[in-house]
């Protein structure tokens, strides 16, 4: 069965830093391409970023550029986000996607990590 | 950044209806374009790619059409367990973009 399980979120001060994994289970994740997309409370899904199966191509949207950090760990089977000078409106919840192919888009959401950035 | 505009916002409709969901992309995105259906408090399903290819066990009541800017979903006999958000996606280009979500609720 695939899954993917996302954690690491939780509250944080703005400026503060977190870091989020996506574990993959039942596929092997070398083979996909992967994204971040969150959803702020009560918002619609907005894509975050996209690492390549092998890393060569990494993409972010505009507001997180020079902030966030996309990864992966193949031999590891997880993908993370390395979140820093995290602002307000960065609180959502953090879902990694799994792209079947490039010409097919996502095929396949984790359950999502909730991250709140408040004093 | 290319722009999705999904119509209408939200929608009523009864339980064995059919309802359409259109999408507009603000330039041509071919038919890099899929649909996902979220509940809440629940993560997206992916319900289309490539604009009318349904994912691996969707139900076929649920189907897709169009390209270049102008995209459709379709769902059929419409069930209680259809009743939720849907989304539209452009994977033509980065950044990805999203509409901004169709509300259907039960009438």
């Known amino acids: 069965e695939v899954q993917l399980v996302e954690s690491g979120g939780g509250l944080v001060k703005p400026g503060g830093s977190l870091r989020l994994s996506c574990a993959a289970s039942?596929?092997?994740?070398?083979?996909?391409?992967m994204n971040w997309v969150r959803q702020a409370p009560g918002k619609g899904l907005e894509w975050v970023s996209f690492t390549s199966s092998s890393s060569t191509y990494i993409y972010y949207t505009d507001s997180v550029k020079g902030r966030f950090t996309i990864s992966r760990d193949n031999a590891k089977n997880s993908l993370y986000l390395q979140m820093n000078s995290l602002r307000a409106e960065d609180t959502a919840v953090y879902y990694c996607a799994r792209v079947r192919a490039w010409t097919d888009g996502i095929d396949f959401w984790g359950q999502g990590t909730l991250v709140t950035v408040s004093s | 950044d290319i722009q999705m505009t999904q119509s209408p916002s939200s929608l009523s409709a009864s339980v064995g209806d059919r309802v359409t969901i259109t999408c507009r992309a603000s330039?041509?995105?071919?038919?890099?374009l899929a649909w996902f259906q979220q509940k809440p408090g629940k993560a997206p399903k992916s319900l289309i790619y490539a604009a009318s290819s349904l994912q691996s066990g969707v139900p076929s009541k649920f189907s897709g059409s169009g390209s270049g800017t102008d995209f459709t979903l379709t769902i059929s006999s419409l069930q209680p367990e259809d009743f939720a958000t849907y989304y539209c996606q452009q994977y033509n280009s980065y950044p990805y973009t999203f509409g901004q979500g169709t509300k259907l609720e039960i009438k």
């Open positions: 330039q041509g995105i071919t038919n890099y």
């Open positions: 039942g596929f092997t994740l070398s083979s996909y391409s």
